[in-house]
Each structure stands twice: as C-alpha cells, then as structure tokens.
C-alpha cells in the first residue's frame, strides 16, 4: 500500500469513527427536547459517548500507522476498527429515527415520541451486543499481541460503557 493510500484509508476510517460516535449520540439524544422522554442526565451520559468513541478511534488509526507497532498487533488493531466501522454501518440505517423523532416531537405526542426513542434503544442495543460478540472473539484471536488485544479491549470498554447507558436510559422509557 502506498503511503498516500494508507492516509486516504486512515482519513476515512477517522471519518466513520465520528459518525459511529454521532449516530450513537444522536439515536440516544434525539428525544432531548421531548419533556419527559430522556431527562438531562440521559442527555449527559450519552453527551459521554462522543468523546470517548472519538478518542478511541483516533488512538486506534493513530496506533496502527506506528512504525514500532509489529505487524501482529496492527493487524489485530486493523480488526478492530473494522468492527467499530461494521457498528457505524449498522447504525447508520437507524439515521431516519432522527429526523422522525423530531418531526413527533414537533407534534407533541410524548407517546409516539418515547416509542421511537425506545425502538432506537433497543435496536442499538441489539446492534452492540451483537458487535461485542465479535469484538470478544477478536479478542481471543489476538490474545498473543498485548497491544492489539489492548486496544480490543479498549474497544469492549467502550461498547459496555454505551450498552450501560441505553440499558439505564430503557429502564426509564
């Protein structure tokens, strides 16, 4: 690979990070306007996940372009980034629930409103457990790189820290 086509993959994956994180964000805070649907401490956690999947991300890309990273463990943080972008591409399907959430919220209907907020919930739920079964296995493939499995590690953090905060935000919905 060149090294002007490895910065172009590199800008593109960094790229996808933010979405990840975005959509994540905005499936989680959609309903912040919406008395009632998420309250402010929802707002705050979920305002959490942004810089932790952005700075997971740019530590990710920025790890695997070291030159004193052996090729094992920058294959395994190659991985992970994959996984992380396979969750952006999942959720990225849910984008609709935004802009319809907000159009409900316009109308007033604090029911039709807490019914999208708790579908997006729970289908982004399903979408990271689903992630972290794979994340998990990557994992034990990469258990004899310890920086590759580090930052897989990493990246299991970050995906239990935002199922924790839908798993708290569901329980009020």
Do not use: W
Not at 134 to 148: D, H
């Amino acid at each position: 690979m060149t090294l002007e086509k490895g910065r172009h993959l590199n800008a593109t994956h960094e790229r996808k990070a933010m979405l990840t994180a975005g959509l994540v964000l905005g499936l989680l805070c959609a309903g912040n306007s919406a008395a009632g649907v998420l309250s402010e401490t929802d707002f705050k956690q979920a305002e959490s996940l942004k810089p932790l999947f952005a700075n997971l991300m740019t530590d990710l890309v920025e790890t695997a372009k070291r030159s004193d990273v052996p090729s094992g463990d920058a294959g395994c943080i190659n991985s992970t980034i994959r996984e992380l972008l396979q969750i952006s591409d999942e959720l990225t399907s849910y984008e609709y629930l935004i802009t319809m959430q907000k159009d409900l919220t316009e109308v007033g209907d604090d029911n039709a409103t807490r019914s999208v907020v708790k579908f997006a919930v729970d289908k982004t739920s399903s979408i990271l457990s689903n992630e972290r079964k794979r994340l998990v296995a990557l994992s034990e493939q990469c258990a004899k790189y310890p920086v590759g499995l580090g930052k897989a590690q990493e990246a299991l953090k970050a995906i239990d820290a935002t199922t924790g905060i839908l798993n708290s935000i569901r329980e009020r919905l």
